[in-house]
């Protein structure tokens, strides 16, 4: 069993050689493969420096496949948007409001998106609330940002004002450091996950 990030991470292939409006949200992030290396059973803290396991680089290969169909599946739908064949918007975890002219809610900083945003881990394990919160938040201020940058024609005229659904979890209200501290630790997978 496995998701569709095998295949088709952006679950674009159902829907852009149909549909004219495409609204894409690339949550994924490839693993690291150093990290995974260091909690991985098969990866030793004891192995020599420089040592790279039989697992560390089945895991690296995989991430450059995967790096290769989502480049490719990304160039075609920004080309599509850029030549007209294509409406609608791409956002990435690791993108910031501040890249979009429209942006109505400042949301998280470039940094905070980079550094903890993208990097909470991706998989079934259980989200705390701050890490479901940040997540919420992040995303539909990309979308409503990005939208009224690239598509605002989607947007209703008497749409309400946008407001992020967790302000108490984000800049202002949430200092950036208590951000760092909340999120410390969110990308680290557990074998046997969080509860």
């Given at each position: ?65 995967e790096c290769q169909s989502r480049g ?25 409001t501040s890249r979009y002219a429209a ?93």
């Amino acid at each position: 069993m496995t998701d569709g990030g095998v295949y088709d991470n952006m679950g674009l292939e159902p829907v852009w050689k149909s549909h004219r409006v495409v609204l894409v949200s690339d949550a994924g992030g490839l693993m690291d493969a150093e990290a995974e290396r260091e909690a991985s059973p098969w990866g030793s803290a004891s192995l020599a420096p420089g040592h790279k396991s039989w697992a560390w680089r089945i895991k690296r290969y995989q991430s450059i496949q995967e790096c290769q169909s989502r480049g490719l599946r990304k160039r075609f739908l920004i080309s599509g948007f850029t030549q007209g064949t294509i409406k609608g918007t791409y956002i990435g975890v690791g993108s910031s409001t501040s890249r979009y002219a429209a942006a109505r809610e400042a949301g998280y900083s470039k940094r905070v998106a980079m550094d903890l945003i993208a990097n909470i881990r991706t998989d079934l394990d259980a989200f705390s609330e701050v890490e479901q919160a940040v997540l919420m938040n992040h995303g539909y201020a990309l979308i409503d940002a990005a939208t009224r940058t690239h598509a605002p024609e989607l947007i209703a005229t008497h749409a309400a004002a946008f407001a992020l659904p967790f302000p108490q979890f984000a800049p202002p209200v949430m200092t950036e450091d208590e951000l760092r501290r909340r999120l410390a630790g969110s990308g680290r997978r557990h074998a046997l996950g969080r509860r």
